[in-house]
């Protein structure tokens, strides 16, 4: 791109020797307001108190929300890029970040952390820099996007490849794809038996619409009428090119280059990302502590069991981690 700009937020004062920086890397179709959707670890009297830190949050590139993404305009066209934004990955945006950090003349980052797409972020960035960030936390993500992660997000795509207006350069096209797209994807955030819970019928008559069917319609037209296909599109490209072994020798020597103390946190009912990924992750990076939180929600329990989180947080953030333990695994 011949230039680009990032949207981020800053929350709380940066203090005389700019030690108490923590910056938060978004998911999926989150925002740099922070506040909007880990509202419960970010906060007066929470884990992260603007009082005592300086939070930074960063609009992804190729995101909707006020960085440079498919909707803004092309300095060489002067018309906005659509479909010829180019393909970004992982290490693209985190170079950005990198920018902004920079930018923000702040020499090291004493919390980094993301969840998911974020996750990925954060891990990229700890290996790519490795003296930039003190602690990292990563949560509910992995080192490489695997087969399976690529598969749900290539039907996500063409769902949206269906939609007739796909091929137009308006900022709406493909908004119907994208409300499928959306079902597909939640399919992967929750699982079997959150759906049984939370989307049980109350009676056993039959009826026209029943609530799992609803609830995924509503979904998708919620998504519509906050985001765009365009985004979608290319951030589950960036989600794809996900791998620090990537021009490095391997991702297990690439994991071992991160300096910055680690808290690797995942979700015991994750369909998306697996906890043997979030093993694997933990068992390259030096003295990486791994925790695991317990939730019926799925990938989504990174968002909803912010109080466990919290509690991981707590602890490592005292320094009082315990010593790295595992069952063997076979990867």
Known sequence: MPGFQLFYTTWGTLNEDKSNVVWVCHAFTGNAFVKDWWGDLFGEGKTFDPAKHFIVCANSLGSCYGSTGPLSLNPDTGKPYYHAFPTLTIRDT???????REHLDIEQIDVLIGGSIGGQQALEWAVEYPYVTRKLVQVAANARQTPWAIALNESQRMAIEQDVTWQLATDDAGLEGMKTARSVALLSYRNYNSYNQAQKEGSDELKRIYRAASYQRYQGEKLAKRFNAFSYWQLTKMMDSHNVGRDRSSIEEAL??????????????????PLNEQRFVARYIPNAVFQVIQSEAGHDGFLLETDQI?????????KKQKRKTWIPTVF
Not at 310 to 318: G, M, R, S, T, Y
């Open 256 to 273: 071992r280059l991160v300096q910055a103390q680690t808290l690797i946190i995942g979700v015991n009912t994750d369909q998306l990302f």
């Open 94 to 100: 985190v170079r950005a970040f990198d920018a902004l």
């Open 310 to 318: 919290a509690l991981h947080l707590e602890i490592f953030l005292q």
